[in-house]
């Protein structure tokens, strides 16, 4: 299966070659990129200063749960004026960049990951809830520990019909993601898709995240305002993230599968689709091969025609 990148590589190739370029060259280009986001790179005061602008529709979701302190850690004094019409903007002034060859690489993998960081707010403060919980957990009976319906649930409406909802404990991180099924088959698709989640965790990666997949909301979000509001065939999806997967060491890894997964998940729903489509025109292409050459050909010497006195030809039979 394939993995998708976390950051845009158009984002990063243009970066790249702005970067490595003796001379400045003017820029003004939108790239799309997965959930409705949206990139504005351009040069709208001289050619040697890049602004990157983005637009996400879940941003004032994400204010509200970390993404300015986030974004500041991350991008610091290259973050300017934000753009009009976009939600946050940096500035790039080509002639002020770091000397060394690997700063400069790392700028432009920084920039190209402005969504996954962008995003990456909430997940965050749920993984640091998490472990100030546990911390907190440790003095007290299991019977006496907070239970996870206690603990805030952030709603992020990242998608017009879809959200992720993020819950913390003191012994797991739950994610749910609602995802609406616009046909039948992809219903199919995805309820054998994630079952293979599950039977993968069973039979040999037994350190994976555990997953369940059901058609009306989980216990845990169904408080939440606006959940169920969604008409039509709509799965919910939950991760339920351990302690392992919670480390400081593999945080920041978990945090980039996670937020990917509705991507990962529709892609392969199509790219599945897809395959089977073309299995299916070139069997259909093989059958017309054979019944082609099972029809009889007819010698010269049998065919019998004849013309009316109008010219209209008729054959005879027999």
């Known amino acids: 299966m394939l993995l998708l990148e976390y950051h845009n590589l158009l984002l990063k190739s243009i ?4 970067f490595n370029s003796p001379t400045h060259a003017s820029i003004d280009q939108v790239i799309s990129d997965f959930d409705g986001v949206t990139f504005h790179v351009s040069t709208p005061e001289t050619k040697s200063k890049i602004l990157i602008s983005i637009s996400i529709k879940c941003y004032n979701d994400l204010l509200q749960h970390g993404a300015q302190t986030v974004l500041e850690r991350e991008y610091g004094s290259y ?3 934000t753009e009009p019409g976009y939600d946050f903007s940096l500035l790039i002034d080509l002639e002020n960049l770091p000397a060394d060859a690997e700063a400069r690489d790392d700028l432009v993998r920084r920039v190209s990951l402005l969504r996954r960081n962008t995003m990456a707010a909430p997940f965050e403060k749920a993984i640091d809830t998490h472990h100030a919980l546990a911390e907190a957990a440790k003095d007290i009976s299991p019977e006496m520990a907070p239970s996870a319906t206690q603990s ?3 709603v992020i409406r990242y998608r017009d019909e879809e959200s992720m909802y993020i819950q913390a404990s003191h012994d797991r991180v739950t994610v749910i993601f609602s995802t609406v099924f616009r046909e039948e088959t992809d219903r199919i698709f995805g309820k054998v898709f994630l079952s293979e989640f599950v039977d993968a965790r069973r039979r040999a990666i037994q350190n994976a995240p555990q ?3 059901r058609n009306d909301p989980p216990l845990e979000i169904r ?5 169920g509001d969604v008409h039509g065939d709509v799965g919910y999806i939950t991760f339920v993230l351990f302690p392992r997967h919670l480390t400081r060491q593999r945080r920041e890894e978990s945090i980039s599968h ?3 997964f509705r991507d990962y998940f529709h892609y392969h729903i199509k790219a599945a689709k897809a395959y089977m489509h073309s299995r299916m025109r070139r069997r259909v292409a093989d059958f017309l091969k054979v019944l082609n050459r099972a029809k009889p050909e007819v010698e010269e010497g049998e065919k019998k025609e ?3 006195a109008t010219g209209r030809s008729f054959q005879v039979q027999g």
């Open 79 to 81: 973050i300017t004026t």
């Open 258 to 260: 996670i937020q990917t």
């Open 211 to 213: 997953v369940l997949y």
């Open 223 to 227: 408080g939440v305002p606006g959940v």
């Open 15 to 18: 970066l790249t070659e702005r």
């Open 152 to 154: 805030e649930v952030m």
């Open 306 to 308: 004849r013309k009316t």
